[in-house]
């Protein structure tokens, strides 16, 4: 069979819409090419998010896997965060997890944890995709196929084991999965662990019907609201594939920058490290919240891999990514969002400490924005955007990741996703009319260069 291959690998793994780009045939090939990775017979364990595609997508990967000789254990449908430490914990070769995290309901992926539960380097996916480009598959005997599916408790075991019985004040929390892969998951965990929990969205259902995959200000309208109305203390809400959790109170989101800063700040206080590993999209408000204890914040390349492979370079006391992304080096270094979320939990006694913390903070504005753009056109629009950056007249040009511009007392970043077909434009300063003028310039020129280029 013949196939017109793609470059794999985007920002967090292998993405794209079903049927279309991300075909069952493409599914087989990339299986294909990490089994080809793989030592011969190695045993490797799988697990899906919600989606709707999530039996048509995990049928291509196993049959692959297994035509290469490797063999399959299928977890079922788990968070990421349980598929990458059940990967260490277990003794699996490597753990697949199949899932489009935040991404709309038509699109799946394929994300790949080594042995040792951290995500893959750059550098073994770049192994991967130099098989797949030439075709260089390898065929064994085939391998086996096995189902264990009742594994839910061993992550609990594991999580609990690191927090005391006593640790929690007992507050009342709102748990919204939002449909995704913690459904019946997150909230039974926070049960155990002595929260009086109120479910939210916790059917699993791959349409994501109670308010989409990504978490943010504008889809967590109606948590806030349900919140209110149960009286709860706080909102842990997750993404589709747990790797990603945010946080809500009564008054509403309490956004992005501000927990990664406020939980940076304790876990700080907790290890004695002070170092936090983050990315070029990071706000300086995780800056201001560890400056008083000697913390210095190291920024990276965008994805939860990266921030891992700079945290164990740096020796963090955390990586995070600003949309709630935590590597908790003591876990492992692996997107751990429920580790986090009751981390954060054990370091308060009310709700309220999370907004008080911030009130001697002086807060600057902060706001993302994006561009639709092909695929195929957004690294040209970027390649043109270095070109003209100067244009911004910014005091200092950074393009480890994306263009990001440093001005006197703000700061913007244009960046193409490296997870859905659009360009992002991301801008912070101490006004919000100053903010909101950033955004303005940076998504013209965007718009100026697709104009030409298409």
Same mark, same amino acid.
């Given at each position: 069979?013949?196939?017109? *291959? ?15 780009? !991300? ?27 919600? =989606? ?185 809400? !997750?993404?589709?594939?747990?790797? *990603? ?16 800063? !406020? ?91 999370? =907004? ?35 244009? !911004? ?62």
């Amino acid at each position: 069979m013949s196939i017109n *291959r793609r470059r794999l690998f985007g920002t967090s793994g292998i993405r794209g819409i079903v049927n279309q780009e !991300f075909s069952t045939d493409f599914c087989g090939e990339a299986a294909k090419a990490i089994a080809a990775s793989l030592p011969l017979h190695a045993t490797v364990c799988l697990a899906t998010d919600t =989606r709707q595609s999530r039996e048509l997508v995990k049928n291509a990967v196993i049959s692959g896997l297994l035509s290469s000789g490797i063999n399959v254990v299928d977890l079922g449908i788990l968070p990421t965060p349980a598929l990458a430490l059940l990967t260490r914990e277990i003794g699996f070769d490597t753990g697949i997890m199949i899932t489009a995290s935040h991404n709309p309901p038509e699109f799946n992926g394929i994300k790949l944890f080594n042995r040792d539960s951290s995500g893959y380097s750059q550098a073994q996916e770049a192994d991967i995709e130099e098989i797949y480009l030439g075709g260089k598959f390898t065929r064994g005997q085939t391998g086996s196929l096995k189902r264990l599916y009742d594994v839910k408790q061993r992550y609990f075991s594991f999580i609990k084991g690191k927090f005391p019985a006593s640790g929690f004040n007992n507050l009342k929390l709102v748990v919204d999965p939002g449909n995704g892969a913690a459904s019946g998951f997150a909230s039974d965990i926070f049960a155990q662990m002595g929260f009086n929990v109120i479910p939210l969205n916790d059917e699993p259902d791959g349409l994501f019907p109670g308010r989409g995959p990504e978490p943010n200000e504008d889809s967590l309208l109606g948590t806030v609201e349900f919140l209110k109305r149960e009286d709860g203390d706080l909102a842990v809400c !997750f993404d589709g594939d747990a790797d *990603r959790v945010v946080f809500c109170d009564r008054e509403g989101f309490l956004g992005f920058n501000e927990p990664i800063a !406020f939980i940076s700040n304790r876990i700080i206080r907790e290890t004695g490290k002070k170092t936090i590993a983050t990315t070029v999209e990071t706000g300086i408000v995780l800056d201001l919240a560890i400056a008083d204890l000697g913390g210095k914040v190291v920024r990276g390349k965008v994805g939860d891999a990266n921030v891992a492979y700079l945290a164990h370079e740096v020796d963090a006391a955390l990586g995070v990514e600003q949309v709630g992304v935590y590597i908790i080096p003591g876990m492992g270094y692996y997107p751990d969002s429920i580790f986090a979320a009751l981390f954060l939990l054990s370091q308060i006694k009310y709700a309220g400490e999370i =907004r008080q913390f911030f009130q001697h903070i002086h807060k600057p504005f902060f706001r993302k924005s994006k561009i639709s753009c092909p695929d195929e056109l957004k690294y040209l629009v970027m390649a043109q955007l270095q070109d003209r950056a100067y244009l !911004f007249g910014g005091n200092e040009i950074n393009n480890l990741d994306g263009v990001r511009l440093e001005f006197d007392g703000s700061w913007m970043l244009i960046r193409a996703s490296g997870t859905e077909p659009v360009i992002r434009v991301i801008a912070e300063s101490m006004s919000e009319s100053g903010t909101d003028e950033l955004i303005r310039k940076g998504t013209e020129q965007v718009q100026s260069i697709m104009e030409v280029i298409r």
